[in-house]
């Protein structure tokens, strides 16, 4: 790490309601999710939340849905650095230290209105070992069998065999929007996409917008099989691919609209 870099940490001791509320409107922020599978992030400004009787929290024009009861701690977190400041809020849900996370980006976000935000609650400081120490207490994995512990590693291996490498490759190469879904007990995020960038790096798979502001990786390894779907969604045509972990639990969709895509992405899977 760069001598010049230190981080804080604070745990915030305020309802997340409150917390996240107090996010809207303020500036654009960086939001992230995670599930086991996969990944999602877009640079948004934060619309309006909404609470619902079944206690979720949501910001419609982001498509981010959280449950209020999964949330077991906010954390935040300060990188000091002379030249490029940043902070972030992280939400820690059941076996994921940091499942949403928001953060202020250095020349893009105002640092000071999301300081100033997160300054309106009580928290306690955390020392650095005291912050790692609970993340790697906190992070739950699913082990798993040995045959499907060789099997993830041999699809991380070459992640560009993967149908969903084909499938992306092929959304970007016709300018194909996508409809993304993360799927997880703590949240649902969704996030429209047009593809413009495919990157396969260190077993992930992951792709760019061609906004240049959102972006979806995902852990081939974890993808233990694809359902893939002529579907109707909000009385529109929709050809939907299901990723399911080993559970046969779906833990993201990709979608695009239409049914004109469906066979050349049966294709795709077809090709082993």
């Known amino acids: ?24 409107n ?14 999602m992030a877009v640079f948004t400004t934060l619309s309006d939340s909404f609470q619902s009787d079944d206690g979720w929290l949501s910001f419609p024009e982001q498509g981010m849905n959280l449950s209020l009861d999964a949330m077991q701690h906010l954390h935040r977190v300060a990188v000091n650095h002379p030249t490029r400041p940043s902070l972030a809020l992280e939400i820690a849900t059941p ?34 070992c005291q912050y790692h120490d609970w993340r790697a207490s906190h992070l739950i994995r699913t ?11 041999t699809r991380r291996k070459d992640p560009g065999s993967s149908p969903l490498a084909r499938i992306l490759a092929h959304s970007i190469a016709e300018r194909n929007p ?57 009385a529109e045509p929709m050809t939907v691919l299901r990723a399911c972990n080993s559970l ?6 990709i979608a695009t609209p239409g049914h004109a895509g469906y066979d050349r992405w049966l294709e795709f899977c077809r090709v082993v």
């Open 95 to 128: 076996g994921e230290p940091r499942a949403v996370s928001f953060a202020a980006i250095p020349s893009l976000s105002d640092l000071e209105a999301f300081r100033g935000a997160l300054d309106l609650h009580p928290s306690q400081p955390l020392t650095s």
């Open 1 to 24: 790490m760069n001598s010049l870099t230190s981080h804080r940490f604070r745990r915030i001791e305020e309802s997340p309601a409150t917390v996240l509320t107090g996010l809207s």
């Open 143 to 153: 082990a798993a069998c040995s045959c499907c512990a060789a099997a993830a590693e």
């Open 26 to 39: 303020t500036t654009p922020l960086y939001l992230h999710a995670r599930n086991r599978m996969a990944e």
């Open 178 to 234: 996508l409809h993304c879904r993360l799927h997880s007990p703590s949240f649902n995020f969704a996030l429209g996409i047009t593809p413009a960038d495919l990157l396969l790096d260190k077993g992930r798979i992951a792709i760019t917008g061609d906004d240049r502001a959102s972006m979806v990786e995902i852990d081939p390894g974890l993808c233990h099989s694809l359902l893939l779907h002529r579907e109707e969604i909000d």
């Open 248 to 253: 046969g639990a779906t833990e993201l969709v």
